[in-house]
């Protein structure tokens, strides 16, 4: 492992702060994109706490809602693996 800090798999919470900072990513080919390549891409919006990956989408985690909503403004309908999110 590089030097990196591996973020966390909890995506869950409840409180009303973490739901608006959390992005959901749909429409996802899990087969082939991973969660480290979900960091990566979001990762340029803002500091991400966690990201979990389930079959066919995905949850990204940030830190404000300011980047969540950053993410979704840049990433919506952008193709990835072939896929539209």
């Known amino acids: 492992m590089t030097g990196k800090t591996q973020t966390s798999n909890v995506t869950n ?4 702060k973490s739901i608006n900072s959390r ?3 749909g429409n996802l080919n899990t087969a082939i994109v991973k969660k480290g390549d979900i960091e ?3 990762a340029k919006y803002g500091k991400i706490v966690g990201c979990s990956v389930h079959k066919g989408y995905a ?3 940030y830190m ?5 909503r950053a993410a979704v403004a840049g ?9 539209p999110l």
């Not at 919470?13 to 009303?16: A, F, G, H, I, L």
């Not at 404000?64 to 969540?68: G, I, P």
């Open 59 to 61: 949850f990204v985690q």
């Open 40 to 42: 990566a891409i979001f």
């Open 75 to 83: 990433e919506n309908a952008r193709i990835i693996a072939g896929q």
């Open 64 to 68: 404000s809602e300011r980047h969540a």
């Open 13 to 16: 919470k409840n409180d009303p």
């Open 23 to 25: 992005v959901f990513i």
